[in-house]
């Protein structure tokens, strides 16, 4: 039983850093805006063909 | 009939790009036409595709899009209010963008680096509907907002330091933080609670103890204080609170669990009780979260003022924001735009849209010297004004400021669950003395005050307290996905109540547009006559045009005539000259070479929902009346069609007359549309905005209405009385756990592992009861309308 010494400093560590993350993430404004992320990551990051300007006056 | 490529609307007379031959990709009005052609020229067209593939979709409007300079942008005092300088030798702007609606706007406005140079960075709020765009310092915010003006976005700049956003900002990061540290403390304390529970005996369970009320002290002193303070607020106003007792358990199970420490007892409440202040938090994190869809209040301000007018200087014109003009300057209005102030024409005559102000859906004719009001919208010709009075001592500013303070003097409700809540202290209190004086009698002090204490404790009203959020928040989300948006959450309990209905009649009854009542011909004309009227009326956007060009449209004219010698006379028709002959449309009559062909009348229409909704809404035994500031002669009709009596009829009421009739009657629900409504909106008991409102509709009510008419209506009232029988049987269903815990508490059964077990299970049959909810209920929030 004598590894419960350092089982239980360990697991009260591990939340509090947990608890630390959070805290921190939230003061950094991460949890502000919940709805845009999750539509953001759907959108590629592949450039736009911007040259197409001229091609398409033409038509 | 086809729908728009832009925007989906339906179209009543499509338009064609040039180039476009086999008219594929038809458009509604102009504006979308160039939005579309903008977005194509920039090939950004993957646009269309991300909208067509979005599940979260919904209609935007069809583009408004003025071609404006906003140059006023780049004017450093402008820039001094408005941006941000960044260290790095960038400036940040935000603006507040009409029409955000779908994955493929964020697409859109995120790319915005790419396609114009000087902007950095641009992103998006989807929720508040605000870009925040970062520039270099040399380049131009005009040229941003012209961009985003082009693509159908009106862009309007927001004032630097809104204080109250980031006051918002920083209580809704506080209260995360809260709810985050008492989610992450219960679990923890579950576990070495659990440890004691099975059996940990010695040093093992005192250590264990000891750290159960480490973790418990944050959540006690930090994460409950909203508690506390509404309980001390309810305290000082001499109102009740079911935070009242919730805090004194708390405080309670505090002073416990220390004294048995001290003691040297290994027995407290923190895992039940830390466990409580997690889901009470979150439940009322989501109530407040569902309430701020929508529009917020604060960001609509700016809407009255609108976006860029023409200022006269020195013989030129100059581009400025509305909130630096003054009382004395000239400005430009052109048409289809709305007045920024107050004033007097000095130059040109128009027709002008009041709808705004008077609730008038006619046009009235307005020349040189006529007062002319902001918020009205110039409809045909460009004038000139002199400004009279600008923002909050303009009309409409004055009835702005009447609504907020009708907003703050709104009654406010005490609510069942903190009705209830005086009693619920009051049997408390009795209870634990007659427990404490009994067993203090028979000389057991030290048990008289421990099992007094644990009553205290465990009748904690949590189940109580949970039932009416829970409940709430699942009847808004169900709501708001069927269009009913719910700001307030006092409103169903006062929905519940309702006796009286009074609806507006423009735009409310009826489709607040005119249409051709009756169409008679008189003789055969030269040219088809549908084909004479769309041809004479094309340029005209008078609404009595709009209702001819879409009946003769109806009725199969879709060749369009040359028109030579085209006149526009103000409030009166038109005429011009087709081929050889020469046509004129004036006062419902229409007339060929000076013979009269035809005549016609119009009418605006009552919904076609209007009269089952009406008599849904008799049904349930409310009365319902009219209240317009039309004339009787027209209201009558249309009412007794709708099927209101004739009897329950206010016509020719001012917007000051409606206020004062909806303050005669309490427990009624106002339902409108215009600004002519909101003063009454804002102090009704209940007040509906219907779609098509104007913002400052949507801003005084309570519920908003996305789907236009009223079919809503009787389903929102069975919506909230369902509603409220939810929240009955979850008070009774959490009472008869508070009488166990009590039963237990006197035979002194109750420890703090009974009450783990008795605390979660009642929160769980509230929440149960709450997804339950009741036959009608359900059916209502799932059909609403078919």
Known sequence: ?59 | MSLCIHCDENILIPIFNDHDMDHKEPFCCSGCMTVFNVINNKGLEKYYEIKRNSAIFKRRSPADNKFQQFSFLDGQDFLNEYSYQNQTETKTMEFYLEGIHCLACLWLIEKLPEYLDGALLCRLDMQRSVATVTMKNNAFFSSVARELNNLGYKPHPLKRNQSIHDLKNKEERKMLLKIGIAGAAAGNIMMYAISIYAGADGKLAHLFNIITILFAMPVLLYCSSPFYKNAWNAIKNRTLSIDIPISMALIMGGIFGVYNEIIGVNENFFDSLTALVFLLLLSRYFLTKIQEEGLTANDLNFFYEGNTVLKKEQNKFIEIHPQFLKVGDVIKVSSNEMIPADGVIIEGHTLINSSLLTGESRPINTGLNEKVFSGTINLSNEILIQIEEVKENSRIGKILKKIESGWIQKSHIVDLTNKISKYFVAAVFILSAVLFLTLYMQGKTRTALERSLTLLIVTCPCALALATPLTLTRTLSRASKLGIIIKNNEVIEKLATIKTVFLDKTGTITYGVLKVDSFNTISNSQIPIFEVISSLEKLSVHPVALALKEYSLQNGANIFHPVNNYQELMGKGVYGQIGSHFYEIKNGEIFEDNKRIAYFTLEDHVRKDSKPAIAQLKTLGLDVLMISGDSKLVAEPLAIEAGIESANIFAEMSPENKLAVIEKHSHSIMVGDGANDAMALSRAFVSVAVLGSLDISLRASDIFLTTPGISHLPHLITISRETMKVVRRNLVLSLIYNSISVYAAFTGMISPMVAAIIMPVSSLTVLASTIAGTKKLNENLKQGIN
């Open chain 1, 1 to 59: 039983m004598e590894v419960i010494t350092i089982l239980i400093p360990l697991a009260i560590l591990l939340a509090l850093s947990f608890i630390a993350g959070f805290i921190w993430m939230t003061m950094k404004g991460q949890y502000d805006d919940l709805e845009t992320p999750a539509m953001r990551m759907l959108i590629d990051d592949k450039k736009i063909n911007i040259n197409s300007d001229s091609n398409k006056e033409k038509k």
